[in-house]
């Protein structure tokens, strides 16, 4: 019997394109092969063998990185693109302000008769009636003292 290793997710498998290169790894070896051709033959005549290594890996370096490298599960231009944004261009303090419409259901939320029930004990028959009436006598003293605030009906 075979026995062949599979992979554990088959959404971690990435297709290949040409050889062992992905589509995006290809696009980003290709172009940088092109760049790197260009200077060579501009500049082999000007300048030494050792600086020309040293421009051509330094423009090349930052092209082939962004077809090879990953980072949080984006290519490495979009990761870039996103910092750029997040860290650069957009202002850290908004010129605007939104205003929550939700706030004032959510302080109303508070206003029940369990919010001044401060036990979780279950009543019984006049324990329950006593308890209630209770509980709204708290509730009209509390709405009585804060007027901006409505009971949830």
């Known amino acids: 019997m075979i026995i062949m290793p599979v992979p554990k997710d088959i959404r971690n498998v990435k297709a290949k394109f ?30 030494s063998a050792e600086s020309l290594i040293g421009l051509i890996a330094a423009i090349d ?9 990953d980072v949080y599960g984006m290519p490495l231009w979009v990761f870039a693109k996103d910092v750029a944004v997040t860290k650069c261009l957009a202002p850290k303090h908004r010129l605007y302000a939104t205003e929550n419409t939700y706030a004032a259901y959510a302080r109303q939320s508070c206003i029940t008769y369990e919010y001044f029930d401060g036990d979780m004990e279950v009543y ?30």
């Open 61 to 69: 370096t930052p092209i082939i990185a962004c077809g090879f490298i």
């Open 124 to 153: 019984s028959g006049k324990k329950r009636k006593r308890k209630r009436k209770l509980n709204k006598k708290r509730l009209e003293r509390f709405l009585r003292d804060n007027p901006e605030l409505k009971p949830i009906e």
């Open 18 to 47: 040409i050889g062992p290169f992905t589509r995006r790894q290809t696009y980003a070896i290709v172009p940088s092969g092109l760049i790197a051709v260009g200077i060579y033959t501009l500049f082999n005549k000007y300048v």
